[in-house]
Each structure stands twice: as C-alpha cells, then as structure tokens.
C-alpha cells in the first residue's frame, strides 16, 4: 500500500494551488471541493458534516495548512482503503496545480510526459515540505533516464550544472525539474519520441512499480490457444494486456507466497516455455527467446535482499543497466520476507545513506565548531598577554614623552620671546612705511581733484551744447506732432466710411439669411405635407387591403352559400329541360357560378387592381 508521506505530496500541490494569495490559507467552499474529491478518489464514504464541524471555529475566514492538517488526517488519511488508485490522486492534483507553473512554458515534452515527471519527483524528493529533490537523487533519475534513452552519461556536462546549481542552492522543486528536462539540458539532440518514450520507462519503473515488461505467448486456460500479449510485472502481481497501450487488461496473476515458477521443455511447437504455479490456476508462458525466458525466471528464482554500502553505490549509479534483478521471483521471494519494491528499497537505502552522511558531517561541523572555540579561547589569552606588554611599553614611552615635552615647552617659550621683539620691530617700521605712504597719497589726491576741475569744466559746455540742440529737437517734434494730428483726422474720416460700408453689407447679409431661413421653415412644412400624404397613403393602402380582404371573405362565404342553396334546391326542383347556358365544370361537378359572372367578378377584380395603382 502507498505509505501515508507518498500520499501527502501531492495533496500538498493542491492545497498551494488553492492558495492564490500565498499566504498559506484557503477559503472552506474550495476545503470541501478538494476533501470531496480526496474522499471520491480514496474511496472514503463522504461526510459533508465532519468539515464543518471541524472548522466551526474558523467561520470568519480562510483556513490554513496547520488547521486542514488534523483534518486530512483524522477523517481522509486515517480511512484510505487499500483499493484506491493513487494514479487518479496524482491527476486530480496535477490537473489543480500544473496550469499555474507550466501554462506559458515552451517546453520539449507535452503534459503527459510533464505530468509523468512530477510524478517521478514526487517519488524521488524528500519528504521536507517545500517539496525538493537533493543533486544526488536528481543524478540518479537523469542516469536512468539517459540509460532508458540508449544515451551515454557525460559526466563533465552534470559536473557543470552542478556547480551552477549548488552556487545558489542545492536543490530543484518539481518545475524547475520540469523545466530542465522540458528545455533539453541533458538530452540536446535527441528525438522528442525518444524523449518521450525514456521517460514513460522510468516512470513505469519508479511509480508504477513495474519491475519487468514486454511481451510474451500465454496460453489459455479454455481454449488451449495461445496469444501474444504484453506482460507486468508488480510487486504483487502480474498482469497482461491485450497490447502495450494498457487499454485493454485481460487478466491477473497474483503473487503470493504460495506461488512458485518452474521451466519447461519444448513442446507443440512453442520453445522458451516456464510455467507459473499458483493455487488456483497455473499460467504457461512462452518468452521471446532464451534470454528474455532466463530473465524472467532468474528474476522470479533469486533477489537481492541486503545491500553493502558499495553495493548501495554500484546501484545507484548503474541500476540502469541491471535488467535481472527484476522479475517474478524477486517479487515472490519478496513478499515471502515482507520486503517492500526494490525501487523504494533502493530509494530508502539512498535516504539512510545521506542523513547518515548528514550526520557525520554535521558531528565533524561540531568537532570543528568545538577546535574552533578553543582556538579563538587561546587566542584570546595570547591576546591578553600581548596587550599587557603593550601598556608597559606604552607607560615608559609615556615617561619618555613627559620629559621631552618639557625640554619642547621652555624651547618653545624662548621661540614666542624671540619673536615678539621682531614683531615689536616690524610694526615700527610698517609705521614708518605707511607715513610715507600717506604723503604719496595727499599728492596723488591733490592731481585728480585738478583732473575732476578740468573735466566739470568740459561737462559744462557739453550741457550748454545738449540743451541747444534740445531746443531744436522740440520744435522738430512739434511740427512732426501737428502734421501726426492732421493725417490721424484722415484716417478717423476713412474708418468712418468703412464703418458705413460694413454697416451696410451686414444688413444686407441678414436680409439674406432671413429669406433663407423662410425658405427652410417653407421646405420643412413641405416635407411634413409629404410625410403626413405618405402615411395617409399607406393608411389607405392598409384599407383597401383590408377592405379587400373582407370582399374575399364576403366572396368566398356567397359562394358558399350558393353551393349549399344550390345543392338544397336541387333535390326539390321539378325535372325540367336543362338551362341552354352553357355551365361550367370543375373538378367537383357543376360550378357555383356561370361564365358570364365569372368575367363580371373578373372585371371588378381589375378596376380595384387598377384603382389601387392609380391611388400609389
């Protein structure tokens, strides 16, 4: 049975599809969809109470992941029956979660073989949520992917992007993985079919426990005939199909501890015979050649049950390669000592393996911490001794220092004595200097208050000059003034008629627009006359229909009525000579109507017909 930590990944990726905030919470209508369905693909009896019931304290919002988890595991996990199909569980979640990561991707492999991926991480992460695959089970699975490929391993090429990758981390999720498969890192240049078909492979063998397929003669049990079919082979049991697309089974073989296999000689024609015995029925079988007859039987006769350390390696790195560890015996033999698949064998082997190689590392990290400690504590001491000769050597540099600082003050105050009396020197003969400077000064003064005399001088004549010339600059500007004033007056006169003139042409133009707008009130109320003759037209148009209907009416009833006087009076008349009018004949007999009555109503028929035309 599936064990109750494979069940939980993939009801993980849809409880974190459901939430689209990513706050770890989900509203309770989307808990009953998702916990119905869980229970429909369990096989669980539904119990619409129990959620509510279980969230009665969580009505005033969204639940998150530690209040579903008692849930999920109390009522669905708790109840799973051994007969569910765990392939529907996975598509139901890959259906909830793939849209979100994958929709707008490019990718080499279509959303089956996607689909078959995440699977395949499902079954290879660990069992730590954010569900992730470590760098040696992602090497294991690409060996066996490439192996089921016919490819060779290019060790150099995942050395590589193991160094990219362990740069920033140490591990994928699933759409990363799928991403790296689906863009062809380490299958460049191979057939998408090829691609396609690998992993199908690895996936039978990892998910789906197929430990060995293929196909083989079976020969029946009524008819004694026998029929090729596709073989296999489970843990449990074996079963075979009508081809190798799985769509049609036509039986199954359990595996139990009674169950035993045996070869048998050549017989009617059929080689490679072996024979499954079990307690009920017997299956005889014939393989393709003797090969494939050997693998199935040295599967079903013998099985690995202890691995060594380096037998754990040699298989990790090359189970891809071994094809007669798995058959029919092994699985018997298997289910005798209560062993699980040897895939999930391996697979916790490798686990065991690593958080053993974790804890070894993790106790030389503490040896380490603990070395480390113990140096920085003596280097620590070390420290503390070296910095108690430094103050020793600092408080005798200090003595050293005061005397010296000494001897540099009474230097230094013999220096400000000396320099003062040079100050006191200087100022006296600065003094002297500026005095002459002074006198220099006066003089110089004295020549520019001459210069300014002389220039005053100049600038007076310059006014009396400017004010000559400004007197007859105003006589200019006055005779320019009068004549501006008599051609202003001329102007005046012509804006003035042109005044009259526009005056004159905007009456115009409204006497204009006023006749056009008479003319548009007369053609309005003309086309309304139109409009209101148009459908007094048609009013009389529905008339005479009507009219006219009520005429065929009126025609048809008289006619009628004719017919049945007709009839009624001709069982009383006398017999009597024929009428020499000649009578019209129908179908029916004699008409209701002569010749000449028929032209008369002919002739009316056609003065309304032309009436009605003359009045369009």
Known sequence: MISRDEILKPIWYAFTALDVDRNGKVSKSQLKVLSYNLCTILRIPHNTSALEEHFKDDDEGPVSTQGYMPYLNMCILNKIQANFDFNELNKMCWTLSAPKHISGKHLLI????????????????????????????????????????????????????????????????????????????????????????????????????????????KKGHKRKNWTERWFELHLNYMSYYVSEDLLEQKGCISLDRNCCVE??????????????????????????????????????????????????????????????????????????????????????????????????????????????????????????????????????DLVEQRRLQTQIELLDQYRRDLEQEKMARMQMEEQVVEKANEVEQYWQRMQELEEMYRQLKKALDDERQAKEDE?????????????????RLELEQIHLQQQEILTQSQKEKQELERERAEKERALQAAQEQLEILRRQREGAQEEYKVVTKKLERATNKTKTWKHKVFNHEGLLQIIQPGNKCPTRMTNWGPAAFTETELDEMERIWQENKNRSHDGQ
């Open 110 to 217: 279509s959303g089956a073989e996607a689909f078959k991926v995440w699977c395949i991480f499902n079954y290879l992460s660990e069992d730590k949520y954010p569900l992730q695959i470590v760098i040696e089970e992602l090497e294991y699975f690409l060996r066996k992917l490439l192996a089921a490929m016919g490819c060779s391993w290019n060790e150099d090429r995942f050395e590589d992007y193991k160094m990219q990758l362990s740069a920033k981390k140490k591990h994928l999720n699933a759409w990363e993985l799928i991403e790296l498969i689906g863009m062809g890192h380490f299958t460049k240049g191979i057939n998408p079919q090829t691609l396609s078909m690998g992993i199908n492979e690895v996936y039978q063998e990892l998910v789906m426990d197929v430990i060995k397929q293929g196909y083989m003669m």
């Open 471 to 487: 007197e007859a600059l105003s006589k200019l500007q006055a005779r320019l003034l009068q004549e501006e004033a008599s051609k």
């Open 263 to 396: 070869s048998l000689p050549d017989k009617d024609g059929k080689k490679n015979l072996f024979i499954i015995k079990c307690v009920e029925k017997s299956f005889e079988i014939s393989a393709s050649d003797k090969k494939t007859k050997q693998e199935w039987i040295q599967g079903i006769k013998h099985l690995y049950t202890k691995f060594t350390l380096m037998a754990v390696r040699y298989l990790y790195i090359h189970n891809s390669m071994c094809s007669c560890y798995t058959a029919i015996q092994d699985c018997i033999v298997r289910i005798r000592q209560g062993l699980s698949s040897p895939h999930r064998e391996s697979r916790q082997k490798r686990r065991e393996l690593r958080n053993r190689l974790k804890a070894e590392k993790e106790a030389m990290e503490n040896r380490m911490r603990q070395l480390q400690l113990a140096n920085e504590s003596k280097q620590a001491q070390l420290e503390a001794m070296t910095k108690k000769l430094q103050e020793a050597s600092v408080r005798g």
